[in-house]
């Protein structure tokens, strides 16, 4: 067997709400072999390497269900896709959802199976695979080797701590989330409404205030020239001149690196020059500059400081063993480090102790060393620095702190501009005022980490991230913009143009996603089909972007699912057989199934805009929800008027005026001869794409002077709505209308219209993508042999697989089927199909223009004519 692709799929999609791993597996000698005809032996050594997959449900519902299967008989992707869900439960990242689905009658599988932790499910996917092929084989998959590899890589790529505290904050205020990268960078909310967040820096925190606070000698010196306490110290370059300022003070000293974090290099409580030589040394290996100060002796408190306000408060005690008279300080840190609530790096709420050489220095001045066994009850301080990354703890004081220790600490976090901070405090006790008993601030950190307060040994815990959350996001703010998705089959591209259209009357900046680009304001930011997770993710993560609207298409749903986690207003223009036979959608039925996932992921107070004229319109109508706004192009259409005599809203069509019926109430918005796209409402789809519009512009609350004004300048150029019935008047009064018509339902459309417009001699130039059925593509032979009075038949650069000619003699096979005596020719290269159709081009006469990719056709236009296109200089750059 072998793996032909792993996906991961990070939203709602075609198999599941949540995040699914998909593995293409391919079978092959074993696709048709089942667990019991492999034997036993394979069973038993499966459940001995993964005992846990006795408790498996599987499909029988009850523990043990699973084994049952084993036993009846499953084929091996049933098999891998249980491994790996229980390789994630052994390794803390357990899921529930899986499923196993034939692809093909090849033996190529789905395996399916749900995550949390995206980098260790990737491994997983590969990992599960191997360890059947070596059960298949009698060979020890080495499980625990495998745990101990998967939890490095969930170690090395899971968000720490603080950021977890900050997602799981802003999970409960229904912000979206958006990891950024693979580190700690994270998109909080969409588009304008949006905030930056890596850890605990915001992206309002002050670079210099970041730097300065980096600095300890700088910050040192801004707080004691505004009269606030801080330790005496200079920066020593030198082991000299760090023994002569020692000297010089006559008390302990502490040496820490100029630009340091967590507690790396800080040696504390120095009085000799052999323990002063060892720790200048050692803060030397993190940074070049060292700081020497006075050492302060009192308890040692980190305060949390967001927005300019004291949130929590913390008593710090270092890394320590207790003695009980029989274990060594070596045994009793390795006793402690079994305590579940330690971790080796950020990943729990306690750091694991460590033997390094500063443990060894600190015992050493205690008279100790490794090997002591200290008596019953006794306290060994195994650091003296309080950091919890080397193995601190945290005792929660925030309701105690006396107010002038409060203010102190506020008042140095605004003296170095931090949005948020962590003030290290030394304080006799912090239910004592600094002014009476002293004290000194001994740093100011940013980025400061949120464990103790979060996960105090003693006392409550403090949620200082929703505290940055409420800062960043105040009162009911949720991060959202409005975000409108469009689906279908034909006319989602127009519909989407049109609708940005409209929100520019409302909105500063509008975003959208389309077939040909990622557009705000009109000017497009990527060319090429942005119809995809990717591109959804490029817009939403815009910050200057007020309101989106998606063009989603099949294959971004299908192949990637959805990327935002809900919008406001979801269109379906309609469903046809376009890409039906393509990767495993085999009907109709199953592609309405996969674009009504964006009805699915609909606010609860969301609107579905769904086309009532579609057969597959009771599909859609089961997978929204109670918000619906159907529109039509006949008002009489029985789903519009049940749902008007319900009081709901419906746009449609009604003596060739848009109507928008609410609550027994009709009011007509604009007559369909004043909307430009329409051509006199001769072309009947794009009066369908303006009903949409419409209705999503009723659902967003749009004035209705607004939505009927957008309509009406709104027009069928290269500017607006570029590629889609464009009509060019070329040198000798010759006219060619360019459209992006390539199924054939866009065909048959396409040409009903063109009939309309009362030309002598419609000539078409067409192609068709060639990763439709050969069905189809006769289909549209036989729709073009209909439609225009003389064809050209050419073909795209590329073919989608498809060798040179195949596509066009398809096309031509149904050209002959409907119309035997037609006037048929292939001409393959579009620039010789182009000028050979202009040649035969009568003023009086039309020639229709398809394409596959608009630029190359603009381009070819203009070789053939001689005529460079230029209205939109941004579409046609580079031609």
């Given at each position: 067997m072998k793996i032909e692709s792993v996906r991961l799929l990070n939203g709602l999609n075609i198999h599941s709400h949540y995040p699914v791993v998909v593995i293409r597996l391919n079978l092959e000698e074993y696709a048709e072999v089942t667990t019991n005809d492999i034997g036993i032996g394979f069973i038993n050594r499966l459940l001995k390497a993964l005992p846990g997959l006795n408790e498996h449900t599987c499909s029988k519902g009850y523990a043990g269900g699973f084994v049952e299967r084993l036993h009846e008989g499953t084929l091996l992707g049933h098999v891998i896709e249980h491994t790996a869900l229980e390789l994630q439960k052994i390794v803390g990242i357990g899921t529930y959802f899986g499923k196993t689905r034939r692809v093909d009658s090849s033996g190529v599988y789905n395996v399916v199976f749900e995550y949390k932790a995206a980098a260790a499910a990737q491994r997983i996917a590969y990992i599960a695979v191997k360890v059947i092929k070596d059960l298949l084989k009698n060979i020890d998959p080495g499980i625990k080797s495998i745990v101990e590899e998967l939890k490095k890589v969930i170690d090395d790529t899971e968000l720490g701590p603080s950021t977890q505290a900050i997602v799981k904050a802003a999970r409960k205020k229904n912000i979206p989330i958006t990891r950024l990268g693979s580190n700690s960078l994270i998109q909080l909310g969409y588009g304008s409404s949006s905030e930056i967040i890596q850890a605990t820096i915001t992206g309002r925190t002050p670079c210099i205030a970041v730097d300065l606070a980096c600095d300890k000698a700088l910050t040192k010196q801004r707080l004691r020239d505004s009269g606030l306490p801080v330790p005496y110290g200079r920066v020593c370059n030198t082991l000299n001149e760090a023994i002569e300022f020692a000297r010089q003070i006559q008390q302990p000293i502490v040496i820490k690196p100029v630009d340091g974090n967590q507690g790396k290099g800080v040696s504390l409580n120095l009085t000799e020059d052999g323990v002063i030589e060892r720790?200048?040394?050692?803060?030397?290996?993190?940074?070049?500059?060292?700081?020497?100060?006075?050492?302060?002796?009192?308890?040692?408190?980190?305060?949390?400081?967001?927005?300019?306000?004291?949130?929590?408060?913390?008593?710090?005690?270092?890394?320590?063993?207790?003695?009980?008279?029989?274990?060594?300080?070596?045994?009793?840190?390795?006793?402690?480090?079994?305590?579940?609530?330690?971790?080796?790096?950020?990943?729990?709420?306690?750091?694991?102790?460590?033997?390094?050489?500063?443990?060894?220095?600190?015992?050493?001045?205690?008279?100790?060393?490794?090997?002591?066994?200290?008596?019953?009850?006794?306290?060994?301080?195994?650091?003296?620095?309080?950091?919890?990354?080397?193995?601190?703890?945290?005792?929660?004081?925030?309701?105690?702190?006396?107010?002038?220790?409060?203010?102190?600490?506020?008042?140095?976090?605004?003296?170095?501009?931090?949005?948020?901070?962590?003030?290290?405090?030394?304080?006799?006790?912090?239910?004592?005022?600094?002014?009476?008993?002293?004290?000194?601030?001994?740093?100011?950190?940013?980025?400061?980490?949120?464990?103790?307060?979060?996960?105090?040994?003693?006392?409550?815990?403090?949620?200082?991230?929703?505290?940055?959350?409420?800062?960043?996001?105040?009162?009911?703010?949720?991060?959202?913009?409005?975000?409108?998705?469009?689906?279908?089959?034909?006319?989602?591209?127009?519909?989407?143009?049109?609708?940005?259209?409209?929100?520019?009357?409302?909105?500063?900046?509008?975003?959208?996603?389309?077939?040909?680009?990622?557009?705000?304001?009109?000017?497009?930011?990527?060319?090429?089909?942005?119809?995809?997770?990717?591109?959804?993710?490029?817009?939403?993560?815009?910050?200057?972007?007020?309101?989106?609207?998606?063009?989603?298409?099949?294959?971004?749903?299908?192949?990637?699912?959805?990327?935002?986690?809900?919008?406001?207003?979801?269109?379906?223009?309609?469903?046809?057989?376009?890409?039906?036979?393509?990767?495993?959608?085999?009907?109709?039925?199953?592609?309405?199934?996969?674009?009504?996932?964006?009805?699915?992921?609909?606010?609860?107070?969301?609107?579905?805009?769904i086309n009532a004229d579609d057969s597959f319109q009771y599909l859609m109508t089961d997978s929204a929800n109670e918000n619906i706004i159907y529109f039509s192009l006949k008002e009489s259409n029985p789903v519009v008027v049940e749902h008007l005599s319900q009081g709901n809203k419906a746009v449609y069509l009604k003596n060739n005026n848009l109507i928008i019926g609410a609550g027994g109430q009709e009011q007509i918005l604009l007559g369909v001869k004043e909307i430009p796209i329409t051509f006199d409402g001769k072309a009947r789809y794009n009066v369908a794409n303006a009903l949409a519009a419409v209705a999503a512009g009723v659902a967003l609350g749009l004035q209705s002077s607004i939505i009927a004004d957008s309509l009406r300048d709104f027009n069928p150029n290269i500017i607006h709505n570029p590629g889609r019935q464009n009509i060019i008047s070329m040198p000798g009064d010759k006219t060619i209308m360019i459209d992006y018509a390539h199924n054939p339902q866009g065909l048959e459309s396409l040409t009903s219209f063109v009939k309309e417009l009362n030309y002598k001699r419609i000539i078409g130039v067409v192609c068709a993508p060639g990763d439709r059925t050969d069905e189809q593509l006769i289909q549209m032979g036989k729709i073009i042999a209909n439609g225009f009075d003389k064809v050209i038949i050419k073909e795209d650069q590329d073919t989608r697989g498809r060798k040179a000619g195949d596509i066009a003699k398809l096309l031509q096979d149904g050209f002959y089927l409907e119309n035997p005596q037609g006037q048929v020719e292939i001409i393959l290269d579009e620039i010789a199909a182009i000028t050979h159709a202009l040649r035969m081009l009568k003023t009086d006469e039309l020639l229709v223009v398809t394409y596959e990719n608009l630029n190359q056709c603009l381009r070819s236009i203009r070789l053939a004519t001689g005529v460079a296109l230029t209205a939109n200089k941004k579409l046609i750059a580079g031609l």
């Open positions: 720790a200048f040394y050692l803060a030397k290996k993190y940074c070049d500059e060292v700081l020497v100060e006075e050492y302060i002796d009192g308890n040692h408190y980190r305060c949390a400081i967001v927005n300019g306000r004291l949130i929590a408060a913390s008593w710090r005690i270092p890394a320590h063993v207790i003695g009980d008279g029989r274990h060594s300080i070596a045994e009793l840190m390795d006793i402690e480090n079994l305590n579940p609530l330690r971790g080796e790096f950020h990943e729990k709420p306690l750091t694991k102790l460590k033997y390094d050489p500063i443990v060894k220095q600190v015992l050493q001045r205690q008279s100790l060393s490794l090997t002591s066994v200290p008596a019953v009850g006794d306290r060994v301080f195994l650091r003296e620095n309080a950091n919890l990354s080397t193995g601190g703890i945290a005792y929660d004081v925030t309701d105690i702190i006396h107010k002038d220790n409060r203010q102190l600490v506020e008042n140095a976090v605004k003296i170095i501009g931090l949005d948020v901070a962590g003030v290290d405090i030394v304080l006799d006790e912090i239910t004592k005022s600094y002014r009476d008993y002293g004290g000194a601030i001994i740093e100011i950190n940013a980025a400061p980490g949120l464990r103790m307060h979060h996960y105090p040994a003693k006392g409550k815990s403090r949620d200082v991230a929703a505290a940055i959350v409420d800062y960043l996001f105040p009162g009911t703010a949720d991060g959202r913009i409005p975000i409108v998705t469009v689906t279908g089959t034909n006319g989602k591209t127009t519909t989407v143009r049109l609708l940005a259209h409209m929100l520019k009357q409302k909105y500063d900046t509008v975003g959208y996603t389309s077939s040909d680009g990622i557009y705000i304001n009109g000017e497009c930011l990527l060319t090429g089909d942005t119809t995809g997770p990717l591109s959804t993710r490029n817009l939403l993560e815009r910050k200057e972007v007020d309101v989106a609207v998606l063009e989603l298409a099949r294959g971004g749903i299908l192949h990637g699912g959805i990327a935002y986690d809900y919008s406001d207003v979801a269109i379906v223009t309609n469903i046809g057989y376009d890409h039906v036979g393509q990767d495993g959608i085999l009907s109709r039925w199953e592609l309405a199934d996969l674009k009504s996932l964006t009805l699915e992921a609909l606010k609860s107070d969301g609107h579905a805009v």
